[in-house]
T-cell receptor, first 114, second 115 residues
Framework: AQSVTQPDIHITVSEGASLELRCNYSYGATPYLFWYVQSPGQGLQLLLKYFSGDTLVQGIKGFEAEFKRSQSSFNLRKPSVHWSDAAEYFCAVGATGGGNKLTFGTGTQLKVEL | NAGVMQNPRHLVRRRGQEARLRCSPMKGHSHVYWYRQLPEEGLKFMVYLQKENIIDESGMPKERFSAEFPKEGPSILRIQQVVRGDSAAYFC?????????????FGPGTRLTVL
């Protein structure tokens, strides 16, 4: 069965600093990978997704993620964090067998210090 | 194009009552997914529906929970005889197709509190 691990429950960075959120997945085949962001009291917004091709994926709001098959990782990065990036970030893996059921990690809560 | 709509946004029920959560998918989307988010946890898949059909309910609790997506109207997630452990945020997502590469768009969620 597929699974996703986000090892960091909380991360605090200063505004303007770089950011990397870790995500490791377990899946038997080529995974479909997603990063979502959830602001307090809101639903989830898709930041970016990886299906195939270039392993470096660009998303919205200046985020990018790199798929590394050898490390089973799909870490999210941003070169310079803004205070408005404070939110909870979820990594998810999709089933390649159809149906599009997503398996989510437990999330990483990002706090941005001014 | 309006996003995924969910209502109510907040729902309070006493133990033993019924909870009905509604989800209207984005226009043109015929695939609906329900997820549950317990406190301090990630989202867990519950059920996947197309119009008038339940495709995958592998994440649904065996008792008290049911879901439907009728030909007309919103998708409904129904919880009978709620218990305190049902307190959670319930999110609905929709997609155009069912392919694994199709993006799921999420609604704002319904936060259920069971007293």
């Amino acid at each position: 069965a597929q699974s996703v691990t986000q090892p960091d429950i909380h991360i605090t960075v200063s505004e303007g600093a770089s950011l990397e959120l870790r995500c490791n997945y377990s899946y038997g085949a080529t995974p479909y990978l997603f990063w979502y962001v959830q602001s307090p009291g809101q639903g989830l917004q898709l930041l970016l997704k990886y299906f195939s091709g270039d392993t470096l994926v660009q998303g919205i709001k200046g985020f990018e993620a790199e798929f590394k098959r050898s490390q089973s990782s799909f870490n999210l990065r941003k070169p310079s964090v803004h205070w408005s990036d404070a939110a909870e970030y979820f990594c998810a893996v999709g089933a390649t067998g159809g149906g599009n059921k997503l398996t989510f990690g437990t999330g990483t809560q990002l706090k941005v210090e001014l | 194009n309006a996003g995924v709509m969910q209502n109510p946004r907040h729902l309070v029920r006493r133990r033993g009552q019924e909870a009905r959560l509604r989800c209207s998918p984005m226009k043109g989307h015929s695939h609906v997914y329900w997820y549950r988010q317990l406190p301090e946890e990630g989202l867990k898949f519950m059920v996947y529906l197309q119009k008038e059909n339940i495709i995958d309910e592998s994440g649904m609790p065996k008792e008290r929970f049911s879901a439907e997506f009728p030909k007309e109207g919103p998708s409904i997630l129904r919880i009978q005889q709620v218990v305190r452990g049902d307190s959670a945020a319930y999110f609905c997502a929709s997609s155009v197709n069912s392919g694994s590469t199709d993006t799921q768009y999420f609604g704002p969620g319904t936060r259920l509190t069971v007293l």
